[in-house]
């Protein structure tokens, strides 16, 4: 039997702690739904692309490690999630992800056009992940976040692109209408492994 194609749970961009725990809450009550599995290798290409959002709940797909077949820096925190940024290229086998060192000029590798101006608006975006490796020109982020929920853990996996981000492309959760009857459950905000204050 066929697998059933593979939908992202919602498209757009989680900005902030909020945007996840509204997603995480419609989840919960059914209005969105959970993938059940990664994407197979042949629908990484139209599944993994700026804009969509995956969410999983760990016992119940099996999934112990989302992979989605793209090179990857090593994460950063940003306030409560780990984001991720796009290399150019895998590292060689065996070979630890080294930072490279920062250019005289201040041109970072895989930088964009308008990145050396107004550089703290794109922290917003890449955090810390500015000019230590061999970043994909054009690449995209990975911006992921854990919930532990009656005992089950719940993850979210949200891919972006610099300009889609910036420009505003992409909605939020938080701005869409849809959530407007919508607030995460105390237990989403509480005891969880948060690192920045809600």
């Not at 939908?7 to 997603?23: C, H, I, M, Q, R």
């Not at 709940?57 to 999934?63: A, K, L, M, R, T």
């Not at 992979?67 to 925190?77: A, E, K, Q, V, Y």
């Not at 070979?95 to 590798?109: Q, S, T, V, W």
Request: charged letters at 25%; hydrophobic letters at 30%; a positive charge.
């Amino acid at each position: 039997m066929a697998a059933q194609p593979l939908e992202p749970t919602y498209n757009g961009f989680v900005s902030s702690d909020l945007d996840a725990l509204l997603l995480y809450e419609a989840c919960l009550r059914g209005v969105l739904t959970h993938v059940p599995r990664r994407p197979h290798d042949r629908e990484r290409e139209h599944l993994i692309r700026s804009g969509n959002i995956f969410l999983y709940e760990e016992v119940s797909s099996g999934i112990k490690r989302w992979t989605d077949g793209l090179n990857w820096s090593p994460s950063r925190i940003m306030g409560n999630f780990l984001i991720y940024r796009e290399l150019e290229s895998a590292f060689p086998p065996g070979e630890k992800k080294k930072a490279m060192k920062k250019k005289p000029n201040g041109g970072g590798p895989g930088e964009e056009p308008s990145q050396s101006a107004g550089g703290d608006d794109l922290r917003c975006y890449v955090g810390s992940l500015t000019e230590s490796y061999p970043f994909k020109r054009g690449g995209l982020m990975k911006k992921t976040l854990s919930v532990n929920y009656k005992e089950v853990t719940h993850h979210l996996v949200c891919y972006y692109s610099v300009e889609d981000a910036r420009h505003r492309k992409l909605g939020t959760p938080s701005s869409d209408p849809f959530f407007k009857d919508i607030y995460p459950r105390h237990e989403l905000i509480t005891n969880q492994p948060f690192r920045a204050q809600l």
